[in-house]
């Protein structure tokens, strides 16, 4: 079978052959640091407005309550909560992010734990799916990369949706062919538009694709057919959404090389841009002991793209704050942290934060050759100058969060949400995820009371 | 506002103003034709593997019993009425066809009639949002065909998402802020690629639509928040999903012009390129009373395109009948009918239809200008030779099918799933839809005991 005739068969093979024994130590290891950010961004945006009013849209119409709605009390369908705790694990822009491509996690584990709970079932076998999950919808993306999303597709939405399906028909148990068509009925309802950027129905994409996703797994299951060539047919997902497509770049090194290892987790909820100011704010601060009120002028020098996206000199909210890099560099130092809560309206227009934030200089320059790069300079008013070059942000390939990095960001999130017992309960499942006998503990330790 | 800026709002502007005393008389009474048309195709299909393949892949996960399974016992919640409802009236596809581009009934009557049900609507107001639900369906559809569905979509469910939204948003009296968020809800789940034809997908996109589309509507209801410019923006449905767009199309003439006027109704479940041999072939029988063994043979000219889409000399089974123009004219001229029980396996192997079949020729004639004309010659074995020009076929705009044809068609659909009486009663409930004062009757007369 070539690729080119039969990539959604031969993934689809890939996918049904797989085995646990196959996925090496380190991307086991990868699967379970990625379940416990994707778990932090769901809990601690569970009760956005962006949750509050899609669950009172959906809920005359849910089924029985067999899964948890992350971080809230309230219990849906699979279907349903699928939908929702893939919306809340995006709403801050806060998830993993795949060097290239989507958001990895936010299309499936949300469909993938929703069905485990339900199902009961083991621990390493939703992880094993994940990692399918996150091969087949990183593949699918990368084979239609960047054409498709330079069209205006909202790649995570859009190749998200097969990424649900291949993990949740994994769990499901589907043959070959019912396989074949599962990834056949997702990519007949792959969509979701860059237009909706800066709306809520950015965050509905990967919920609508796991749940979209789910239900293709659940139809094929009941051998509901699709085109067998779903992906590469004349009129398929790749040539009717791309002006480009690669099938070799879906099929090629299956099972020896994995895309979960080129997945990154952002410290901060804000744009990747401003993340290596931040990190050199921070580290100068630690290391010199900086009180901010010593502080006479920072000066910052970075990549040119850094100042076309996050430029705004004078901020007015939380929102503005997060497109201004010298909004950014003050409130590390103030505040010695950034975090969702140094981004509320309050912070951003604090007196303390503002006086420092005028002394923010940031100048443009080419020669800094990445914008996840950055030089950040300190004058104090005693004249001492401390430096910092930070070649590489913290979350990126070369400088990744460590597990503990992880663990305290999943605790700056989810301990406002729920108990500090509950969230040190949910860090240990997410670590010895592969021994549960029954995920929907995790499920049920994540709901408030 | 120029069309170009804000067609989304200038058409959920449109729907949210009109009102019922706006909508021609003509208009009121298609309406009542395209549902009678498609409830008789809605319950025909009711048990149709496809129907019982994905009923039985939802179920586990609806909600309460709010709306009726057409055509069954079940009950579902809403959003699955629409979805089920939607794709077993496409199954056959014997329902509606706009002139240019739409199936315009499927994705819109599932949707009003299951949210109408549940909230005891009045007749008359989901009469109404039906003639606005299929305007904007079938002008979004126009405004990028054929190059949309050139490229590869099937127009019936990316365009039918906006109708659905459109039509149920009306219903739920949506202000013209929800209406535009309702319909860029409906752009970003715009889906449906024909690579799915000759499966069961086909049918799934209009129950997708339907379903997708009535949940746009719903979350817009809470003010869930999508771009204003859905259709029209540089990454939005038109710019993303065609190579070309026309906004003046969407906007031009609303409220004077009606695309319900460019409805038309199949008399048989089969490619439209045969029908008007189908009428000739039946005309001639009745006007003639030609008993089958007196015929020595059947010569056809036809349009090119007839014979390049059905020109299957020995169809083997039911499906491979619908491709054969031979069998067409064979059975219509042996049992004097051609509706689906025509194209059965046993029907298409019979030998009384195969030795009349053996004695059909067909002539491809360039001067035959239409593919929905026919020139019919029978040669009787006394010598007589009886002929038939039929300009036009039956069901087409410029020969609609009559209401009378309409009831015909419906009991032959509807009388082998439900009694006589309930047809009967259902006929009545159609041709008085604008006096029901709780549509849920309909619904309810619909559900096999």
């Given at each position: 079978?070539?690729?080119?005739?039969?990539?959604?068969?031969?993934?689809?093979?890939?996918?049904?052959?797989?085995?646990?024994?196959?996925?090496?130590?380190?991307?086991?290891?990868?699967?379970?640091?990625?379940?416990?950010?994707?778990?932090g961004?769901?809990?601690?945006?569970?009760?956005?407005?962006?949750?509050?009013?899609?669950l009172?849209?959906?809920?005359?119409?849910?089924?029985?309550?067999?899964?948890?709605?992350?971080?809230?009390?309230?219990?849906?369908?699979?279907?349903?909560?699928?939908?929702?705790?893939?919306?809340?694990?995006?709403?801050?822009d806060?998830?993993?992010?795949?060097?290239?491509?989507v958001?990895?996690?936010?299309?499936?584990?949300?469909?993938?734990?929703?069905?485990?709970?339900?199902?009961?079932?083991?621990?390493?076998?939703?992880?094993?799916?994940?990692?399918?999950?996150?091969?087949?919808?990183?593949?699918?993306?990368?084979?239609?990369?960047?054409?498709?999303?330079?069209?205006?597709?909202?790649?995570?939405?859009?190749?998200?949706?097969?990424?649900?399906?291949?993990?949740?028909?994994?769990?499901?148990?589907?043959?070959?062919?019912?396989?074949?068509?599962?990834?056949?009925?997702?990519?007949?309802?792959?969509?979701?538009?860059?237009?909706?950027?800066?709306?809520?129905?950015?965050?509905?994409?990967?919920?609508?694709?796991?749940?979209?996703?789910?239900?293709?797994?659940?139809?094929?299951?009941?051998?509901?057919?699709?085109?067998?060539?779903?992906?590469?047919?004349?009129?398929?997902?790749?040539?009717?959404?791309?002006?480009?497509?690669?099938?070799?770049?879906?099929?090629?090194?299956?099972?020896?090389?994995?895309?979960?290892?080129?997945?990154?987790?952002?410290?901060?909820?804000?744009?990747?841009?401003?993340?290596?100011?931040?990190?050199?704010?921070?580290?100068?601060?630690?290391?010199?002991?900086?009180?901010?009120?010593?502080v006479?002028?920072?000066?910052?020098?970075v990549?040119p793209?850094?100042?076309?996206?996050?430029?705004?000199?004078?901020?007015?909210?939380?929102?503005?704050?997060?497109?201004?890099?010298?909004?950014?560099?003050?409130?590390?130092?103030?505040?010695?942290?950034?975090?969702?809560?140094?981004?509320?309206?309050?912070?951003?227009?604090?007196?303390?934060?503002?006086?420092?934030?005028?002394?923010?200089?940031a100048?443009?320059?080419?020669?800094?050759?990445?914008?996840?790069?950055?030089?950040?300079?300190?004058?104090?008013?005693?004249?001492?100058?401390?430096?910092?070059?930070?070649?590489?942000?913290?979350?990126?390939?070369?400088?990744?969060?460590?597990?503990?990095?992880?663990?305290?960001?999943?605790?700056?999130?989810?301990?406002?949400?729920?108990?500090?017992?509950?969230?040190?309960?949910?860090?240990?499942?997410?670590?010895?995820?592969?021994?549960?006998?029954?995920?929907?503990?995790?499920?049920r330790?994540?709901?408030?009371?």
């Amino acid at each position: 079978m070539s690729s080119e005739q039969a990539a959604t068969r031969i993934l689809a093979r890939y996918v049904v052959e797989s085995r646990y024994e196959d996925i090496p130590q380190t991307m086991r290891h990868e699967a379970k640091r990625a379940l416990l950010n994707w778990l932090g961004c769901a809990v601690g945006t569970a009760h956005h407005e962006t949750i509050d009013r899609a669950l009172a849209a959906v809920a005359p119409f849910a089924g029985s309550p067999q899964a948890a709605l992350l971080g809230r009390s309230e219990r849906l369908d699979i279907l349903n909560a699928a939908f929702l705790n893939g919306m809340s694990s995006h709403v801050l822009d806060f998830d993993d992010t795949h060097e290239k491509a989507v958001h990895p996690s936010a299309p499936v584990y949300p469909a993938l734990l929703a069905l485990g709970e339900w199902r009961a079932m083991r621990g390493v076998d939703v992880l094993h799916a994940f990692v399918l999950g996150v091969e087949v919808e990183c593949r699918v993306a990368l084979s239609v990369f960047p054409e498709h999303y330079d069209r205006g597709w909202h790649i995570t939405g859009t190749a998200g949706v097969f990424g649900a399906a291949a993990a949740t028909g994994k769990l499901l148990g589907l043959s070959e062919q019912q396989m074949t068509w599962a990834l056949g009925i997702a990519a007949t309802q792959s969509s979701g538009l860059r237009e909706m950027f800066g709306t809520m129905c950015k965050s509905f994409h990967p919920g609508q694709a796991a749940r979209n996703g789910m239900s293709a797994a659940l139809l094929a299951a009941r051998d509901f057919t699709s085109s067998d060539q779903g992906i590469e047919g004349p009129r398929g997902f790749a040539h009717v959404m791309s002006t480009r497509f690669d099938p070799d770049i879906i099929t090629r090194d299956l099972g020896r090389r994995f895309e979960l290892a080129s997945n990154m987790y952002k410290p901060y909820p804000c744009g990747l841009v401003v993340h290596a100011v931040i990190d050199g704010c921070l580290e100068l601060r630690q290391i010199h002991g900086i009180r901010f009120a010593d502080v006479e002028r920072v000066e910052l020098r970075v990549n040119p793209m850094v100042l076309e996206l996050t430029g705004k000199l004078t901020p007015r909210n939380g929102l503005e704050g997060k497109f201004s890099v010298y909004h950014a560099a003050a409130v590390a130092l103030v505040r010695g942290m950034a975090g969702e809560a140094q981004y509320s309206d309050e912070v951003v227009c604090d007196p303390e934060v503002v006086a420092v934030r005028e002394r923010v200089h940031a100048t443009s320059d080419a020669s800094v050759t990445s914008y996840l790069e950055a030089y950040v300079k300190i004058v104090m008013r005693d004249g001492k100058v401390l430096e910092r070059h930070v070649p590489h942000a913290l979350g990126t390939l070369a400088r990744p969060m460590s597990d503990a990095d992880l663990e305290a960001k999943f605790r700056a999130l989810v301990e406002p949400v729920l108990s500090p017992a509950r969230t040190g309960e949910l860090i240990a499942h997410c670590w010895e995820f592969d021994q549960l006998s029954d995920v929907g503990v995790l499920g049920r330790a994540a709901t408030a009371a």
